[in-house]
């Protein structure tokens, strides 16, 4: 019993030795299995997986159990962890909606900076005694915010929500502000600063940052994305992007997260929300950089210190009663003159609540602030409350953040939206594929065009030929179609492969199309000019011929992300024909996705019909509409269409209700006219099934250039000779 005793004695003893843990590989695991069970342990008690982070932080930090040394890691990680967030924000931002709200971005940014700076800086005066300058550090820390909770946002797909845009651009206005009058109190103490020269040198810097931002890295991520689409020096790229805008905005006297927001609002239209490229940021931020940064804020709070000094407790108290409820009142003012919702109203008041690392950051910096020798501006208690607050506000944010989300699914049914008649949509695309470089697009444009609720798999296809070549040609087919394979499940799309041997191309992929039960082909148009010198190449005619349903051939000559305009050409009578919605729904998801104008030109009657749909569909579209009289003008649209545009013209069968003679000429005015262009062909939805329903008096093939055409090139070429 004795030994029993002493063993027991020296066991804490021991075991206390171990800790804090500093071995980097050791704290690097512990970490990743925090991560790991955080969310799982939060998800049975119903409690917001963020606050899970913060708790384990506060758990295992040196003011809990003291099991992990906050090292260097923690504040590298962290730091990454909080610029993903901003980026994050600032990618999936509507800038669309953002451009047209302008100033309900100023007006909420305003409000949700001003109240709780104003109630803050009056109650740390009266009620706490801290000085003017003092005062003015802690209402700036009150009237900025973090969006913490944002990844909840992102769990709940609602990261375009009117309610979630106007918060993200207001939380930038509020930062913006904040550090412009940290600045100021700053340059009060700092005797070189020489008052109305610190400002001017402090605007033209920031002047300065916001144009170098704005004007090279689209240009340079242009170049980049249209010349390397290896996905790692992609991702790599956009990266270097984001420190590169951090690091500017930290040598201007800014902080870094306004660098990141600004960089993910530049690249916003570079980075498709469906993209392989986006999946990756994405999943790289959220599996690692904001746990990491989450968990890094939780070590920072020392719980202990609301029961050791009352007067700790007693700021705290003030400072989140105060700083909280402005917060509120903002929120929910904003919701009154702008006429939403309460469960919006929520939304805003939630993400807008929480404060982190840059609350600490602004502390630190008034800490560094001299009153008089060996007093700080800011003293501990300061510190610890402002820490301590932290921690409370991060619980609030993301509790109310996650109720504001499931009122708003629920309420206002924003799971279904734009789906109400999607219940018997037929999509599913068929991607007949032969060389590599073709096919990437293919998936990319399949991926930009494609429902993503209704989450319909993809079918890739390579026909060869039955001959003494098939196995060699099955081989590399079956490489192409692996090669697809991981490029589709890196955009989180399902895809279903098959190799097929056909006598006849154009015959395998009609019975692959009636197999699969396809809605619709998106195939790359030839450009191997030694295997077929016609245009639509060897198969093409005798499959659009012989198929009903929409066929799209497209020429990709750069990057869909890097396109700046959609130019489409529609027929008279286009509207009349039974695929006409059908391909305005693609062109609307592939504008949407790309972020780029489209510009259509037609005849009123369509262009009208177009114009209502978009608006009730897909009101974010920022489009055009030219009126065009005749199809003979399309060379003159030539000189319209920059390499940095996609020129799509809308087509139809011989002997449907748009045809018309001048479509025959197309072939060769593509050739003459948009050389070099990024084209895409389509041919709308039909009714009937020709494949089956062939005749001598219908036959399924056309020829591309008829007798007489071939015989009048003949004579002119003789005249001319003579």
């Not at 002047?207 to 249209?226: E, M």
């Not at 450009?527 to 010198?533: A, E, G, R, W």
């Amino acid at each position: 019993m004795t030994l029993l005793n002493h063993m027991m004695a020296i066991l804490p003893t021991n075991i206390s030795g171990y800790f804090p843990i500093s071995d980097p590989t050791l704290i690097f695991f512990i970490v990743l299995c925090i991560i790991l069970l955080a969310p799982i342990i939060m998800g049975k008690l119903r409690i917001p997986h963020i606050i899970g982070m913060v708790l384990a932080g506060v758990i295992v930090g040196q003011y809990g159990l003291n099991i992990l040394s906050r090292d260097d890691s923690f504040e590298l990680f962290g730091k990454v962890g909080l610029y993903y967030i901003m980026f994050l924000a600032g990618l999936e931002m509507d800038l669309g909606g953002m451009k047209r709200n302008s100033m309900r971005f100023l007006s909420f940014g305003l409000l949700t900076f001003g109240v709780p700076f104003i109630m803050t800086y009056f109650i740390s005066q009266w009620l706490l005694g801290y000085s003017g300058m003092a005062s003015l550090i802690l209402g700036s820390i009150m009237g900025a915010n973090t969006l913490i909770a944002y990844p909840v946002v992102g769990r709940y797909g609602l990261q375009r929500d009117r309610s979630v845009a106007l918060s993200v651009g207001s939380s930038m206005i509020a930062l913006f502000t904040a550090l412009v009058i940290l600045a100021a109190v700053v340059g009060t103490f700092d005797n070189n600063s020489g008052g109305l020269l610190f400002w001017i040198l402090f605007i033209v810097k920031f002047v300065g940052f916001c144009a170098s931002l704005f004007f090279f890295i689209p240009r340079i991520t242009r170049w980049f994305l249209r010349r390397y689409s290896d996905a790692i020096m992609q991702f790599i790229f956009i990266l270097a992007m984001l420190f590169l805008s951090a690091a500017l905005a930290e040598a201007v006297g800014l902080e870094g997260i306004l660098g990141a927001f600004l960089a993910g609002l530049i690249l916003n239209r570079y980075i498709p929300h469906v993209s392989a490229l986006m999946n990756r940021i994405e999943f790289t931020g959220n599996a690692l950089f904001i746990p990491y940064f989450l968990i890094g804020v939780g070590m920072l709070i020392n719980v202990r210190i609301l029961f050791q000094s009352s007067e700790t407790l007693w700021i705290v108290f003030w400072i989140v009663l105060f700083g909280t409820l402005g917060k509120a009142v903002a929120a929910y003012l904003a919701g009154i003159l702008f006429k939403m919702p309460l469960a919006q109203c929520n939304m805003m008041f939630g993400l807008t609540s929480a404060h982190a690392a840059g609350a600490i950051a602004m502390v630190m910096v008034g800490m560094k602030l001299e009153v008089e020798p060996g007093v700080p501006l800011v003293n501990d208690e300061m510190l610890n409350g402002v820490v301590t607050m932290i921690l409370f506000t991060c619980i609030i944010s993301s509790m109310m953040t996650e109720k504001a989300a499931k009122q708003i699914i629920l309420k206002e049914g924003l799971l279904n939206q734009d789906e109400t008649d999607s219940s018997d949509d037929d999509e599913r695309m068929l991607l007949p594929v032969k060389y590599k470089d073709i096919a990437d697009g293919l998936i990319s444009l399949a991926a930009m065009t494609r429902n993503r609720k209704l989450n319909r798999e993809i079918v890739a296809l390579n026909v060869v030929y039955d001959d003494a070549n098939r196995e060699k040609y099955q081989a590399k087919g079956r490489q192409l179609l692996e090669h697809i394979c991981q490029r589709a499940t890196s955009a989180d799309i399902t895809i279903q492969s098959q190799v097929r041997v056909a006598a006849n191309i154009a015959n395998g992929i009609k019975h692959a199309f009636k197999e699969f039960n396809a809605s619709e082909i998106i195939m790359g148009m030839h450009i191997h000019k030694n295997i077929s010198p016609t245009f639509w190449g060897q198969f093409a005619q005798s499959l659009y011929n012989g198929l009903s349903r929409q066929i799209t051939f497209v020429r990709l000559k750069q990057p869909l992300n890097t396109l700046r305009r959609i130019q489409v050409a529609v027929p008279s009578r286009a509207e009349y024909e039974p695929g006409f919605y059908r391909w305005v729904e693609r062109l609307s998801r592939l504008a949407e996705n790309t972020d780029c104008r489209i510009q259509f030109h037609g005849r009123n009657e369509s262009l009208e019909l177009i114009r209502q749909y978009i608006n009730n569909r897909h009101p974010s579209v920022r489009a055009e509409y030219t009126y065009m009289a005749h199809w003979n003008e399309l060379p003159r649209l030539a000189s319209q269409i920059h390499e940095d545009h996609m020129f799509v013209v809308i087509t139809a069968r011989k002997g449907t209700v748009s045809y018309k003679t001048a479509l025959e000429r197309l072939p060769d005015e593509i050739e003459h006219h948009f050389s070099g262009k990024t084209i895409m062909i389509i041919f709308p939805d039909q009714h009937g099934e020709p494949m089956d329903a062939m005749t001598f008096a219908e036959s399924q093939h056309q020829e591309e250039v008829s007798a007489y055409q071939l015989l009048l090139e003949w004579v002119r070429k003789k005249t001319h000779r003579i």
